[in-house]
């Protein structure tokens, strides 16, 4: 089954990435062998062009986009579902000002509008985290506050405000767990889109900064002739791994959102 594939796939890498610290055979950011050498018996996937070891490297650069994608995850999540929590159960003037800021935001280009705060703020792995957590958020918002649109007419939600529950109960307590469901699915595309994001503003050099290791600056050093054609070690690891993140963590999602929504059966 592709999920389970994915899930192993993943507590692989996730578990390297991890261990890094004790599984890397070299300092990632030390020059330790021959300038773009390639892969050996001492270096597994060569060296860099400054003689830094590769495989080292790319241990400390899953782990930094492991780290970027989770924690741009988490914001925009905890973001978008408070927003949308609070635009649903209230409704009215609070959902109308929600509402149009979330389409405002919506509106622009996606990637623009993360080219355009990675330029503003300086480059560097919390800016990203934040620019993303906070570009993320208005697909959740979006859901979930449709979904408490619908919880809200249920009885068992009316009963809690007739039986004069706390509003912290009744928002926390009966209409977030049930809507639990279509966080987690739509949580796995933004991890997914997070880490592509990352990879692609680090390679524009607007990311992660040199001398740290990322997926994305990885591949910015692959962009001379002389690497792409006869230096493949350098960017075909990085690059694949990024594919293999991605898919990866797109099989768990499409297997979370089969599992846990019974209308796509």
């Known amino acids: 089954h592709l999920a389970t594939i994915g899930l192993l796939v993943l507590a692989v890498l996730g578990g390297g990435a991890i261990l890094a610290p004790v599984?890397?055979?070299y300092d990632p950011e030390a020059i330790v062998g021959p300038f773009a050498s390639a892969p050996s018996?001492?270096?597994w996937l060569g060296t860099d062009q400054i003689g830094r070891?590769?495989?080292s490297r790319?241990?400390?650069a899953m782990r930094v986009s492991?780290?970027?994608g989770v924690m741009a995850t988490l914001i925009s999540t905890l973001v978008g579902v408070i927003l949308g929590l609070v635009a649903g159960y209230f409704g009215g003037i609070l959902d109308m000002v929600i509402m149009r800021f979330t389409d405002m935001v919506m509106s622009f280009p996606y990637i623009l509008l993360v080219l355009v705060a990675a330029s503003i703020f300086k480059p560097g792995m919390w800016s990203i985290i934040l620019i993303l957590g906070f570009v993320d958020w208005p697909g959740i918002a979006r859901l979930v506050r449709g979904n408490v649109l619908n919880l809200r007419e249920t009885n068992f939600v009316k009963s809690n405000i007739v039986a004069g529950m706390p509003l912290r109960h009744i928002l926390f307590s009966e209409i977030l767990p049930?809507?639990?469901a279509p966080i987690l699915v739509y949580a796995t595309s933004v991890l997914a889109l997070s880490m592509l994001d990352e990879a692609a503003l680090s390679f524009l050099g607007m990311g992660v900064q040199p001398p740290t290791a990322s997926l994305g600056n990885?591949?910015?050093g692959a962009q001379s002739l002389t690497v792409l054609t006869r230096q493949p070690w350098l960017w075909?690891?990085?690059g694949l791994l990024i594919v293999v993140l991605v898919m990866a963590i797109n099989f768990i999602g499409d297997a979370l959102r089969d599992a846990l929504d019974p209308n796509s059966k």
């Open 58 to 60: 790319l241990l400390y």
């Open 178 to 180: 049930n809507t639990v």
């Open 23 to 25: 599984l890397a055979p």
């Open 66 to 68: 492991l780290l970027v």
């Open 53 to 55: 070891d590769v495989f």
């Open 41 to 43: 018996r001492d270096f």
């Open 218 to 220: 990885m591949l910015n």
């Open 236 to 238: 075909i690891p990085p």
